[in-house]
């Protein structure tokens, strides 16, 4: 089993930052590909970032490429998301996960373990 515990959201104006965190507990997380997803009001979680195991490899979607920056260090089992340039449209509960595929999935199904999440609002 493995725990994750998000932190780090909050309120920011347009065009701030936020870097959140994930730690994580219970097993090694340099076992896991790790993702960070979100999920609007209304809207299903969507995926918004993905590391591999060592963090050599890296992928975003499209609408944060160039703003966001994942990051990890398996030795304090943590996961990172750098948010610069934040927008209102980036408003989200955000969740990290970890998935046993070492490819690094992009989508909620592959994932096993999953953080409560933690909110961000961008104000405009």
């Known amino acids: 089993q493995v725990q994750l515990v998000e932190s780090g959201g909050g309120l920011v104006q347009a065009g701030g930052s936020l870097r959140l965190s994930c730690a994580a507990s219970g097993r090694p997380l340099s076992t896991y590909a790790m993702g960070w997803f979100r999920q609007a009001p209304g809207k299903e979680r969507e995926f918004v970032a993905v590391i591999s195991l060592t963090g050599t490899n890296t992928y975003y979607t499209s609408s944060v490429k160039g703003r966001f920056t994942i990051s990890r260090d398996n030795a304090k089992n943590t996961v990172y998301l750098q948010m610069n340039s934040l927008k209102p449209e980036d408003t989200a509960l955000y969740y990290c996960?970890?998935?046993?595929?070492?490819?690094?999935?992009?989508?909620?199904?592959?994932?096993?373990?999953w953080g409560q999440g933690t909110q961000v609002t961008v104000s405009s």
């Open positions: 996960a970890a998935s046993g595929n070492a490819k690094g999935p992009l989508y909620t199904y592959e994932y096993d373990y």
